[in-house]
């Protein structure tokens, strides 16, 4: 089956700094990918859309200011948390729509914690 | 809106007994649905998906899920249980238009083998 791949898987940064966390299908070109949020014991929070070539488009309540969305090529989308704090502390996790439009694919996930 | 309840969120059972996951729907027109299955820490795998034609699908590992467009359910199902089986489940739901599809998930289930 079709893979997607996120990069890091963990990561630690210091309040007020960026980290960027990278999504790329491994073998499929993907138009469009999706990004979202998911809390301990929780289910996803689809955070937004991204879109090759185009502006994400984000779901309500997402600043996004402070989650900037680039899907510069049809392989690759990075999320890039700005100035993080302790809140933005989750799991996130990305996903890939095949070239059928039919089925989404996630990726393993990438651990953020805020220190 | 669409939207999707899993009812149960903790299942516990013994291994080799069957499983039955339930999963109801609200959506406007026939969605695309589908299973996916989460590790602990881990990003989602799909097991088994439903856009049209027979409502009976099989997945992988063994699962099953049965479409019932009366009920607005799609539950998933597996005779005989693994331990390698317990994880969370969770049950989402997508419009059939091509492109930019946005699953809604549901809360999960969180099911748990006992040996």
């Not at chain 1, 309500?60 to 900037?68: I, Y």
């Not at chain 2, 069957?18 to 590790?39: D, H, I, K, M």
């Not at chain 2, 881990?42 to 019932?68: C, N, P, W």
Request: aromatic letters at 12%; one cysteine or more.
């Amino acid at each position: 089956g079709a893979v997607v791949s996120q990069h890091p898987s963990r990561v630690i940064c210091k309040s007020g700094t960026s980290v960027k966390i990278e999504c790329r299908s491994l073998d499929f070109q993907a138009t469009t990918m999706f990004w979202y949020r998911q809390f301990p014991k929780q289910s996803l929070m689809l955070m937004a859309t991204s879109n090759e070539g185009s502006k994400a488009t984000y779901e309500q309540g997402v600043e996004k200011d402070k989650f900037l969305i680039n899907h510069a090529s049809l392989t690759l989308s990075t999320l890039t948390v700005t100035s993080a704090h302790p809140e933005d502390s989750s799991f996130y996790i990305c996903s890939a729509q095949d070239g059928s439009g039919n089925t989404i694919y996630f990726g393993e996930g990438s651990w953020l914690t805020v220190v | 809106a669409q939207s999707v309840t899993q009812p149960d969120i903790h299942i516990t059972v013994s291994e080799g007994a069957s499983l039955e996951l339930r999963c109801n729907y609200s959506y406007g027109a026939t969605p695309y649905l589908f299973w996916y299955v989460q590790s602990p820490g881990q990003g989602l795998q799909l097991l088994l998906k439903y856009f049209s034609g027979d409502t009976l699908v099989q997945g992988i590992k063994g699962f099953e899920a049965e479409f019932k467009r009366s009920q607005s359910s799609f539950n998933l199902r597996k005779p005989s249980v693994h331990w390698s089986d317990a994880a969370e489940y969770f049950c989402a739901v997508g419009p059939l238009t091509g492109g930019g599809n946005k699953l809604t998930f549901g809360t999960g289930t969180q099911l748990k083998v006992e040996l």
